[in-house]
C-alpha cells in the first residue's frame, strides 16, 4: 500500500476532495431519512398511546369481556417494543451505527411480547414455547455478549 493512504483507513481520518465530498453528503442525506423515520415512528407512537387510552376506556365499560382485555395486554405491550424502536432509531442517529445491545434488546421485548400474547390467548402448545424459550435465550446470549464485548471507546455510551 502507498504511504499516504494509510491515513485514509484510519477511523479518524479527515477525507478530503470528491471522495469526502461524497461521504459528507451522504452521510447528510441518510441522517435526514433517520430523522424522518424518528418522526414518523414519532406518530407512530403516540398514534399507539392514543388507542391505548381508548382501549382502557373500552375495557372499563365492558370489565367481563375477555377479547377487551386481552386487546389491552395485546395494546400495552405493542406499545413498549415501539418505545424500544424508536430509541434504536435515536441511537443510530447519535452514533451512526446500530448496536447490538439495543437492537437485541428490541427482539427480546418483541418476543416476549409475543410470549404474553400466546399464553394470555391460551393459544401456544408446549413445542412452540419450548422453541420460542430457545430464541429467547439465544437473544439474550447476544445481549449479554453485546456488552462483555462492547468497544471500549468514549463516544459509544
Do not use: N
Not at 376506556?57 to 424502536?85: K, M
Not at 441511537?91 to 418483541?110: G, M
Amino acid at each position: 500500500m502507498a504511504e499516504g493512504r494509510d491515513d485514509e483507513l484510519l477511523p479518524g481520518a479527515l477525507l478530503t476532495g470528491t471522495r469526502g465530498r461524497i461521504l459528507r453528503f451522504y452521510g447528510k442525506i441518510l441522517d435526514l431519512i433517520v430523522i424522518a423515520l424518528i418522526f414518523v415512528m414519532l406518530l407512530t407512537l403516540f398514534a399507539a398511546v392514543a388507542g391505548l387510552v381508548l382501549d382502557v376506556w373500552a375495557t372499563v365499560l365492558a370489565l367481563r369481556q375477555e377479547t377487551a382485555v386481552q386487546s389491552l395486554v395485546t395494546d400495552v405491550l405493542s406499545v413498549f417494543v415501539l418505545i424500544e424502536l424508536f430509541r434504536t432509531f435515536t441511537d443510530y442517529l447519535e452514533f451512526h451505527r446500530i448496536r447490538l445491545r439495543v437492537l437485541s434488546e428490541v427482539a427480546i421485548v418483541f418476543v416476549l411480547r409475543e410470549i404474553f400474547i400466546g399464553l394470555y390467548a391460551h393459544r401456544m402448545d408446549p413445542s412452540e414455547i419450548l422453541a420460542i424459550a430457545v430464541l429467547l435465550a439465544v437473544l439474550v446470549a447476544a445481549r449479554v455478549a453485546a456488552v462483555y464485548f462492547a468497544p471500549k471507546h468514549a463516544d459509544m455510551d
